[in-house]
């Protein structure tokens, strides 16, 4: 037995972590306002987005950003149906952050 417990599907959580954030690369990119204040605050352009959608860092920030907007937050989060809370722990799985249910 290890200490970590859970941690033989990490990768799975991973995966599902990052599906969630290129879903919210998605929801961003769906509309052009959303889109240009994106590229505007990322400084990336948009011929480099599918390239830098396969790079962790770059689904950190996607998450940050909409977890930096709480109308965009609640808008993706009600059109996915899950808690806004679950992109945050998408965003803490991809960091590889342990997140606890509650934890402010």
């Keep these: 037995m290890t200490k970590r417990g859970g941690g033989a599907n990490r990768p799975d959580r991973r995966a599902a972590a990052e599906a969630l954030a290129v879903a919210a690369l998605a929801f961003i990119a769906g509309e052009p ?26 689904l950190l920030g996607v998450l940050d950003h909409l977890g930096a907007d709480e109308a965009l937050l609640i808008a993706f989060a009600a059109e996915n149906a899950i808690p806004p809370s679950a992109v945050m722990e998408a965003r803490d799985t991809i960091a590889e952050r342990r997140w606890e249910r509650g934890t402010p």
Excluded: K
Excluded at 33 to 51: N, Q, V, Y
């Design 33 to 58: 306002e959303r889109l240009g204040r994106f590229l505007a605050m990322s400084g990336i352009g948009p011929d480099s987005i599918r390239a830098a959608a396969r790079e962790p860092q770059f």
